[in-house]
């Protein structure tokens, strides 16, 4: 019998100072870094485009935004996953990556924990995953 936990992937992580973590781009500097520009938007549609940019921007990093990512990076080795490995990290990487509360198995969470500390350098964003994914999550 597995054992299932809920989980709310649309929590925050929060830094240091239990502020959510943001991007840090800019609609500006991504413009500069990857060389965009709105020669085909129209006029009338380019601010409206600018915000949504922005908005998705400047939106926290969540729980499975974080795990998602994490699931969907190569490891440290660089060698392909076998095939079963990778259909099941999609499969939870698309679960986890709709947010909101879901459940997951307790080889799920371990599993997430391990990828994020190998993905995520330091000690903050895999530390507030874990307290997060762990079985009576807190953050403050």
């Given at each position: 019998?597995?054992?299932?936990?809920?989980?709310?992937f649309?929590?925050?992580?929060?830094?240091?100072?239990?502020?959510?973590?943001?991007?840090?781009?800019?609609?500006?500097?991504?413009?500069?870094?990857?060389?965009?520009?709105?020669?085909?938007?129209?006029?009338?549609?380019r601010?409206?485009v600018?915000?949504?940019?922005?908005?998705?921007l400047?939106?926290?990093m969540?729980?499975?935004?974080?795990?998602?990512?994490?699931?969907?990076s190569p490891g440290?080795?660089?060698?392909?996953?076998?095939?079963?490995?990778?259909?099941?990290?999609?499969?939870l990487?698309l679960?986890?990556?709709?947010?909101?509360?879901?459940?997951i198995?307790?080889?799920e969470?371990?599993?997430l924990?391990d990828?994020?500390?190998?993905?995520?350098?330091?000690?903050?964003?895999?530390?507030?995953?874990?307290?997060?994914?762990e079985d009576?999550p807190?953050?403050?």
């Open positions: 019998m597995s054992i299932t936990l809920k989980r709310d649309s929590a925050p992580i929060l830094d240091l100072d239990n502020k959510p973590i943001l991007p840090g781009a800019t609609m500006e500097g991504l413009q500069k870094a990857l060389g965009i520009a709105f020669d085909g938007v129209p006029e009338d549609k601010d409206e600018r915000k949504a940019a922005e908005a998705a400047n939106a926290p969540t729980l499975g935004a974080v795990c998602a990512q994490a699931l969907t440290a080795d660089k060698q392909p996953l076998p095939e079963g490995v990778a259909t099941t990290r999609l499969a990487a679960k986890v990556n709709a947010g909101g509360t879901i459940e198995t307790t080889a969470r371990d599993l924990k990828l994020v500390g190998k993905f995520y350098l330091g000690a903050v964003v895999p530390g507030r995953v874990a307290m997060l994914l009576a807190t953050q403050h």
